[in-house]
């Protein structure tokens, strides 16, 4: 039977700890013999360590650190166990039938924001494929070498709804309703789906569903999209209309042209970005990044390998971008310290009210002299004079619709304080409005550089902040008058310092 706890033989102490993990050795005190590698094995076997070529080595190393009395005031550890290894993971072997048609999400080089690995559209009765270990086990030997158990729970891939799991080894999994397959991490799934094979074009019908809409091609320009849920797009996205109540995720990049619209009220996920327009009620996360995008996003802005260039980008969050701007100076418009959706719905309300003050105007000045002149029961001056009233009716939800925007506004600013993150570089030519002050960046300021608002000396300031050393400098910004603030943080604002 091993000692275990404490052992004292010759000039040494060995204890053992508790769980047999590891074996110490210390001096024993008041002996003045000094240590020898037999003499430290024979102590260490009396306590039934199991000595192999790497507990020797660490002998070794003790009775020379011990000889030139270096050795640490802490117990020195001679012998550690080799856990057990895990089990591996279970993984999908995707059926040969279904294999082709398998999108694959994420690039090793680029990071992957999707949170999904695959999908692929089935129907009732598909074979989706097998679940199978890959790897090998492998026993952990405790300090004593006794065998250490192989632990009891692997990653194993849970089964959701509408899949059909057979209990034997290697698993079949088999669809049993129609819809879009979905592979999250350890997570199998299939969830009703809309789905489009291949590509949806100007001449097809509008697509609406109250459900997930899965497309397999392209999303082509003037393109009309609806999901009650997510949008997922195989390919890429052109000029469309594509609005989702949930979350609109896209395989490739998304490329506006300077018309159309991608709205979710979640999260908006591309490859890239270029000359879009994009509302998001969650985060924008680009892998390679957006180039003179329009963005408003009440969460984050993430292009952590990408470069955000031109454009105007108004966000609740962080953006976290490699690098801001570029070498040509690109005029790019940073917004933060607000609630895009709020400016949204502020912008909506302004322009509607313009139109409507317009339209009024222009039905005063045709009708008025009708209204005016004439025998009163003429079937024209009466037709004039309820016109008119209908004007009046305008004119009252008018003053309503100016008492809703005063409150927006009043909404509008938030107190959170978002930051930039740019690895790399934030380039001239960038402008910057944290609530009510704007900063233009006339000099590159070189990466890792953070911005955001801070107190210096006392004085709340827009500042570049090196995260490595915490040093700040304050950067030229004026304050933005309240009567110029909405025209500074709408879309083509030519607000500077």
Known sequence: MANTGTTTSCAVSVKISPDKMQAMLSLQTGNGDSPTPDGVAAALEYAGVFLNDAVRARIDQFVKLAAGGKLPAEPFVVAQARPAAQLANESVEWDPALAPKVL??????????????????????????????????EAGVDVLGNALPLPTETGRIEV???????????????????????????????????????????????????????????????????????????GMVEAADLRAAEHVFVRGGIVGRGAGMVNAGGDVIAKFCQEAELHAGGDVKVSKGLVNCTVFADGELLAERGSLVGG????????TVESLGNDANAATRIVMGITPSVLLEIIRIEEDVERKVAAIAEMRKLLQPFAEAGPQTSERHN????????????????????????????????????????????????????????????????G??????????????????????????????????EEEFLAAIRPGARTEV
Not at 120 to 131: N, Y
Not at 465 to 477: C, D, E, I, R, Y
């Open 383 to 446: 037709q004039a004079r309820d016109y008119l009233k209908t004007a009046d009716e305008a004119e009252v939800r008018i003053k309503a619709a100016r008492k809703r925007l005063e409150k927006l506004v009043a909404q509008l600013k938030t107190a959170e304080t978002p930051a930039i993150h740019a690895a790399e570089r934030i380039h001239a030519g960038v402008t910057i409005v944290f609530g009510s002050r704007v900063v233009k960046v006339n000099k590159p300021l070189k």
């Open 104 to 137: 694959k999400w994420g690039d090793p080089k680029e990071p992957s924001y999707a949170p999904f690995s695959a999908t692929v559209p089935v129907s009732a009765g598909t074979v989706v494929g097998k679940v199978v270990l890959s790897g090998s086990a």
């Open 160 to 234: 959701g709804g509408s899949l059909k799991r057979e209990e034997k080894t290697p698993f079949t999994v088999t669809a049993t309703a129609a819809g879009l397959l979905v592979l999250a991490g350890m997570n199998l799934e299939v969830d009703e789906a809309f789905n489009v094979e291949g590509d949806v074009t100007a001449s097809s019908k509008k697509i609406a569903s109250p459900f997930d809409v899965n497309i397999e091609g392209v999303v082509e320009n003037r393109a009309v999209i609806r999901g009650g849920k997510s949008v997922v797009v195989g």
């Open 312 to 319: 105007h980008v108004c966000v609740g969050g962080d953006i």
């Open 448 to 481: 890792p550089v953070l911005v955001d608002r801070r107190k210096i000396d006392n004085v709340t300031e827009i500042a570049a902040v090196n995260p490595k050393t915490g040093m700040a400098q304050a950067l030229v910004s004026r304050r933005v008058p």
